[in-house]
């Protein structure tokens, strides 16, 4: 077998496992070509690989300058060549697809396939199979090519710019700092990345910095150079960790993740807030996160619910199908706004519960997948759960 792989670089890049036939059974990337490809035939694996390996004739690859551009050429070579073995990225509804909107600020969004109809978007690239993984890619991407994650009906009414702003990853939309048209190009910029053309963008950036240093505008000529040098230098060593296949039947188990958030706090003091799992209906204890609030005093349960969100979602967590949130329309929107700001689109619903704990009022669009028993299940138990660590928390305060 030494013979299949002993050929390939150790470089980044994407294989093509195929059989006698020629034929592609299994597409992959890698950050090592070399080692990912050796590894199936070095070290014991599931009935599925094995019998993966048991087919493969031939490996064949194309080597790319990242990780990150391995990433993107995956996704386009699997949706083009649909080979058997890689059955979990067909699934275009269950994986994710970077969606540029249609917009007149685009905004870029991580939305699974399932979601796409829901947003006005111009262009998706995708499907991309490990969420981490693309989540990484477009930090490392907007340090680039910088784009905004506001509500389009609050452009240019911030009176002062956003955190994005200062750190260098939003062009200041928020703050009317870059014209509709300048805006346009970088985003334009981005879509040829995603579509495999960083050679044509380095030549872009090239000519709009010759533009400018004849106009003798060279600090922004400096800019530009620096962007030139990041994509030819990107690194995305947090990309390099290759996807196994899954499942010895063929087939992929699909697990429903619902994730439920509660706030729990007297007067502010104590505040803490819970997130819970379900998957496939069952609690999931391994996944709760417990979240004690750090930015907000007194009594305000929706910037406290927005920090706990926005910290979940700094995390390469598993994204959830969908998010439960235990209060109103407030909670609810508070929820949507910081999926808009970490570029996602998961549906969101709240149940209202009332003085007594005893209301089931529905906020929001429940998708069908999803029935209101499990919803109230997973909405108690954020709730007990939220109060259990806030005793706790309280205790420890009063014994200090």
């Given at each position: 077998?030494?013979?299949?792989?002993?050929?390939?670089?150790?470089?980044p890049?994407?294989?093509?496992?195929?059989?006698?036939?020629?034929?592609?059974?299994?597409?992959?990337?890698?950050?090592?070509l070399?080692?990912r490809?050796?590894?199936?035939?070095?070290?014991?694996?599931?009935?599925?690989?094995?019998?993966?390996?048991?087919?493969?004739?031939?490996?064949?690859?194309?080597?790319?300058?990242?990780?990150?551009?391995?990433?993107?050429?995956?996704?386009?070579?699997?949706?083009?060549?649909?080979?058997?073995?890689?059955?979990?990225?067909?699934?275009?509804?269950?994986?994710?697809?970077?969606?540029?909107?249609?917009e007149?600020?685009?905004?870029?969004?991580?939305?699974?396939?399932?979601?796409?109809s829901?947003?006005?978007?111009?262009?998706?690239?995708?499907?991309f199979?490990?969420?981490?993984?693309?989540?990484?890619?477009?930090?490392?991407?907007r340090?680039?090519?910088?784009?905004?994650?506001?509500?389009?009906?609050?452009?240019?009414?911030?009176?002062?710019?956003?955190?994005?702003?200062?750190?260098?990853?939003?062009?200041?939309?928020?703050?009317?700092?870059?014209?509709?048209?300048?805006?346009?190009?970088?985003?334009?910029?981005?879509?040829?990345?995603?579509?495999?053309?960083?050679?044509?963008?380095?030549?872009?950036?090239?000519?709009?910095?010759?533009?400018?240093?004849?106009?003798?505008?060279?600090?922004?000529?400096?800019?530009?150079?620096r962007?030139?040098?990041?994509?030819?230098?990107?690194?995305?060593?947090?990309?390099?960790?290759?996807?196994?296949?899954?499942?010895?039947?063929?087939?992929?188990?699909?697990?429903?993740?619902?994730?439920?958030?509660?706030?729990?706090?007297?007067?502010?003091?104590?505040?803490?807030?819970?997130?819970?799992?379900?998957?496939?209906?069952?609690?999931?204890?391994?996944?709760?996160?417990?979240?004690?609030?750090?930015?907000?005093?007194?009594?305000?349960?929706?910037?406290m619910?927005?920090?706990?969100?926005?910290?979940?979602?700094?995390?390469?967590?598993?994204?959830?199908?969908?998010?439960?949130?235990?209060?109103?329309?407030?909670?609810?929107?508070?929820?949507?706004?910081?999926?808009?700001?970490?570029?996602?689109?998961?549906?969101?619903?709240?149940?209202?519960k009332?003085?007594?704990?005893?209301?089931?009022?529905?906020?929001?669009?429940?998708?069908?997948?999803?029935?209101?028993?499990?919803?109230?299940?997973?909405?108690?138990e954020?709730?007990?759960?939220?109060?259990?660590?806030?005793?706790?928390?309280?205790?420890?305060?009063?014994?200090?």
């Open positions: 077998m030494k013979t299949l792989y002993e050929h390939i670089p150790e470089t890049g994407v294989y093509f496992m195929k059989n006698e036939k020629g034929e592609i059974l299994y597409i992959g990337k890698a950050g090592n070399k080692r490809v050796s590894s199936y035939f070095l070290r014991p694996h599931d009935a599925r690989i094995q019998k993966l390996v048991s087919l493969i004739r031939e490996v064949d690859y194309k080597q790319t300058d990242t990780a990150l551009e391995a990433l993107i050429l995956e996704s386009t070579l699997i949706k083009k060549h649909e080979p058997p073995f890689n059955i979990r990225e067909k699934d275009d509804k269950s994986f994710l697809y970077v969606v540029i909107t249609d007149e600020f685009p905004r870029v969004l991580l939305a699974r396939g399932k979601n796409i829901e947003i006005k978007n111009k262009k998706k690239f995708g499907p199979v490990s969420a981490s993984s693309v989540r990484e890619a477009l930090r490392i991407l340090k680039i090519f910088p784009w905004h994650t506001h509500d389009p009906e609050k452009i240019g009414k911030y009176k002062k710019p956003c955190f994005d702003f200062e750190v260098g990853i939003c062009p200041g939309v928020c703050i009317n700092a870059i014209s509709k048209r300048d805006y346009a190009r970088t985003i334009s910029k981005l879509s040829l990345f995603f579509s495999g053309k960083k050679e044509v963008v380095i030549e872009k950036f090239k000519k709009e910095m010759s533009v400018l240093s004849k106009k003798e505008e060279y600090e922004s000529a400096e800019i530009i150079k962007k030139i040098f990041a994509l030819q230098h990107i690194q995305d060593t947090a990309l390099i960790n290759d996807d196994e296949i899954r499942s010895d039947s063929g087939e992929v188990s699909k697990r429903i993740r619902i994730e439920g958030y509660d706030i729990s706090n007297i007067s502010g003091t104590s505040a803490v807030g819970s997130m819970v799992v379900f998957t496939n209906n069952e609690s999931d204890r391994n996944e709760y996160r417990k979240f004690k609030i750090q930015t907000v005093t007194g009594p305000n349960d929706i910037a619910l927005r920090e706990v969100l926005t910290r979940r979602f700094k995390n390469n967590w598993t994204l959830p199908d969908l998010i439960l949130i235990d209060g109103g329309i407030g909670q609810v929107n508070v929820a949507n706004n910081v999926l808009r700001e970490s570029g996602l689109t998961i549906p969101v619903v709240g149940l209202a009332g003085a007594e704990r005893k209301k089931n009022e529905l906020i929001g669009k429940l998708p069908s997948a999803f029935n209101i028993e499990t919803l109230i299940k997973v909405r108690d954020a709730h007990r759960f939220a109060i259990s660590y806030h005793k706790s928390l309280r205790g420890r305060e009063l014994f200090k």
